[in-house]
Nanobody, 119 residues
């Protein structure tokens, strides 16, 4: 099992910045991708950004140039730096770990942290 604990959400004005952090514990071995997803009210959960254990990143088009994902493999943490936030970024942000071990891929999710951007 993998446990994920997020921190760093909050309320910010449009144009401001927030930094989300996620600490993973438990069975973090095998190859894994860490990332962030978000879900706004009435909408499906969507990709924000992911980063592999080797550092390859992937961003949703709307976040490119504004958000930066990073990870510390020694501490099993992943961070999302969000700049130039917009009201449409308002959502619950979820930390995700996708672990592949012995050919089996499992997704783990944090409980989520609220990000609210006021106009």
């Amino acid at each position: 099992q993998v446990q994920l604990v997020e921190s760093g959400g909050g309320l910010v004005q449009a144009g401001g910045s927030l930094r989300l952090s996620c600490a993973a514990s438990g069975s973090i071995f095998g190859s894994n991708t860490m990332g962030w997803f978000r879900q706004a009210p009435g909408k499906q959960r969507e990709l924000v950004a992911t980063i592999t254990s080797s550092g390859s990143t992937n961003y949703a088009d709307s976040e490119k140039g504004r958000f930066t994902i990073s990870r510390d493999n020694s501490k099993n943490t992943v961070t999302l730096q969000m700049d130039n936030l917009k009201p449409e970024d308002t959502a619950v942000y979820y930390c995700n770990v996708k672990r592949t071990l012995l050919g089996v891929t499992t997704n783990y999710w944090g409980r989520g942290t609220q990000v609210t951007v006021s106009s």
